[in-house]
Nanobody
Framework: QVQLVESGGGTVQAGGSLRLSCAAS????????VGWFRQAPGKEREFVAA????????YYEDSVKGRFTIFREDAKNTVSLEMNSLKPEDTAVYYC????????????????????WGQGTQVTVSS
């Protein structure tokens, strides 16, 4: 029943940066594993990045390694995705997902492993 709201999307030129934020409706967000996914027109939803409940473990899809950083700010009930060196191929609707977990360092990469989803935010990278 936790509500997730993404923000920070927009249109940028190739090589630019954006920071996406996922804000949760309740303070128990610190007990959830969180992931970011994206979906481009005509394509399947794909995994982008994930962070563990503790914030100490992260995992990235190969194409964004070294460019994107996922981190959490538990005092603000948020998880953010810092995106640098953006490419036109990054254009998609980006979704935040979360699920309650017991293991502090568990990272989840499958969309079917998540119970709660935001409505998405559009990221467009122009060439």
């Amino acid at each position: 029943q936790v509500q997730l709201v993404e923000s920070g999307g927009g249109t940028v030129q190739a090589g630019g940066s954006l920071r996406l934020s996922c804000a949760a409706s309740e303070r128990t967000f610190g007990t959830y594993a969180v992931g970011w996914f994206r979906q481009a027109p005509g394509k399947e939803r794909e995994f982008v990045a994930a962070v563990s409940r503790s914030g100490d473990s992260t995992y990235y899809e190969d194409s964004v390694k070294g460019r994107f950083t996922i981190f959490r700010e538990d005092a603000k009930n948020t998880v953010s995705l810092e995106m640098n060196s953006l490419k036109p191929e990054d254009t998609a609707v980006y979704y935040c997902a979360a699920t309650a977990v017991l293991l502090r360092n568990r990272v989840l990469t499958g969309d079917r492993e998540y119970d709660y989803w935001g409505q998405g935010t559009q990221v467009t990278v122009s060439s």
